[in-house]
């Protein structure tokens, strides 16, 4: 009898075990892993044209809403250079091209420092707290369009790169 129950508690116990083991670790095996979402951890958004990646792409809009300023940063590892076309629809509904150029091996940047280069739209139409539809294109690569978010220049973060400091207001 001894061997029957020297048997029957090796079961439980490597039952009680397997459950244990399910019970703290069964979660991992039907949740998706988070670290292979792929997500902005910024306040713009960011896109790759081809071999090209636009990065922490968004608006910055003055008091009135008359003028936003881009911050964008552009990455170009590659051996080619060409430009970056941004266009966008004006208030008036005209299509608007704006060409960066962007040379190869590069990290270039626009609106990200108070005496940088920038890119300054004043008939974008848009307010804070909407998105800004821009389409992105490099050299002969097929573009992308993006929703870019305008956020207020009254926020204490971007105040200093909002359109009137940029223009110099």
Do not use: H, W
Not at 57 to 86: K, P, W, Y
Not at 112 to 123: A, R, S, Y
Request: charged share 20%; hydrophobic share 40%.
């Amino acid at each position: 009898m001894t061997v029957r129950t020297r048997a029957a508690r090796a079961a439980a116990s490597a039952l009680i075990a397997g459950a244990l083991l399910v019970g703290t670790a069964g979660c991992s095996f039907i949740t998706p892993t988070a670290t292979l979402n792929q997500y902005d951890p910024s306040d713009g958004i960011g896109a790759e044209v081809g071999d090209v990646k636009v990065r922490n792409v968004l608006a910055i809009s003055n008091d009135d809403d008359s003028a936003v300023s881009l911050m964008i940063t552009v990455v170009n590892t590659t051996s080619t250079s060409g430009s970056l076309r941004l266009q966008y629809e004006s208030v008036d509904g005209e299509r608007i091209d704006i060409s960066k150029p962007i040379t190869s091996n590069t990290v270039k940047t626009y609106g990200t420092e108070v005496d940088g280069d920038t890119i300054v739209i004043t008939d974008a139409g848009v307010k804070a707290g909407q998105l800004f539809p821009i389409y992105l294109q490099f050299g002969d690569e097929s573009g992308q369009e993006l929703l870019i978010p305008v956020i207020s220049g009254s926020d204490p973060i971007y105040s200093d790169l909002a359109p009137a400091s940029a223009l110099g207001e």
